[in-house]
């Protein structure tokens, strides 16, 4: 059974700060995708991440995936305050398959 | 391009009675997938439908189950409710090819008392 594990669960940053969230997962699969999620809202599709080294960039928001270490960074930098929200690593199976497995999430607060 | 949208974006209901809720995928879009979003558990995948069939289930009892029409929209139902069936219902649209992003919906709000 695949399982996503994301850490920290819980970021308090200041604005300017630079910091990234971890995203472990335990079986071989190359596709990830991060999301994000503000109170009471759905899920924002933030990157899509379809190979081993794949880089994409947003704004302050970079995301990385190395699928032999089966890990994703969502790094940001120069954190500001529109950036709180909770953000979500997802992983599918593989194959035509389209069963997303999520991490719990990191909820991310910036500070002034 | 209109995206995702769930009907109803809110509902009340009573222990026991059952619940439909309706997914409208982007056009051109065949896959649908359901998730169940609660504080507890976190994200969690009930279903995905293409072309009307059901290809994935989650771990979830067959109290959850679901549909897809011909037009690809979507429908979920939830019999016999429990009071932890509370949660967010999200569906999610997928194309085929290409790259397999999954955008999801505004979602449904399920109370159940």
């Known amino acids: 059974e695949l399982k996503v594990e994301q850490n920290p669960l819980f970021l308090s940053m200041q604005e300017g700060k630079n910091y990234t969230i971890y995203c472990n997962y335990s079986t071989t699969s190359d596709r990830l995708y991060w999301y994000r999620q503000d109170p009471g809202k759905s899920l924002e599709s933030l990157f899509v991440?379809?190979?081993?080294?794949a880089v994409k960039q947003e704004g302050r928001l970079m995301a990385s995936l190395d699928t032999k270490a089966r890990l994703s960074t969502l790094h940001i930098t120069a954190a500001v305050h529109d950036l709180s929200a909770t953000y979500f690593c997802?992983?599918?199976?593989?194959?035509?398959?389209?069963?997303?497995?999520f991490g719990k999430g990191t909820l991310l607060t910036v500070n002034p | 391009k209109a995206g995702v949208t769930q009907t109803p974006r809110y509902l009340i209901k009573t222990r026991g009675q059952q619940v439909t809720l309706s997914c409208s995928p982007i056009?051109?879009?065949?896959?649908v997938s359901w998730y169940q979003q609660t504080p507890g558990q976190g994200l969690q995948f009930l279903f995905e439908y293409f072309s009307e069939t059901q290809r994935n289930k989650g771990n979830f009892p067959g109290r959850f189950s679901g549909r897809q029409f011909s037009n690809s929209r979507s429908e979920m139902n939830v019999s016999t409710l429990e009071l932890g069936d509370s949660a967010l219902y999200l569906c999610a649209s997928s194309v085929i090819a290409g790259v397999y992003e999954q955008y999801f919906g505004p979602g449904t709000r399920l109370t159940v008392t």
């Open positions: 997802a992983v599918d199976s593989g194959g035509s398959n389209y069963k997303l497995t």
């Open positions: 991440l379809l190979s081993n080294g």
């Open positions: 056009s051109g879009h065949r896959s």
